[in-house]
């Protein structure tokens, strides 16, 4: 009676057991393993948005304007 009562008892701690264990295991791994390259990590870009035949004009007017004015300036001699 008494080798009973212990058996019952060990073969509850075993299952208390192989229910942490479980749950441990679960916790450490997400799934199956990948085998071979890693996937390709991508960055995100940032977009750009586009620009309008207007804002284009504009930006070419302008960007003439400061070359225009970088040509006239005398350049300092480097030493």
Known sequence: MILQQIV?????????IERAIAAIEGLISTG?????????????TRR????SPAARRKMSRLMKQ???QGKMQPR???R
């Open 32 to 44: 199956r393993r990948r085998v071979g390259r890693p996937p390709k990590v991508t960055q995100k």
């Open 48 to 51: 750009r948005g586009r620009m």
């Open 76 to 78: 300092a001699k480097a």
């Open 66 to 68: 400061r070359w225009a």
């Open 8 to 16: 019952a008892v060990l073969r509850a701690e075993r299952d208390h």
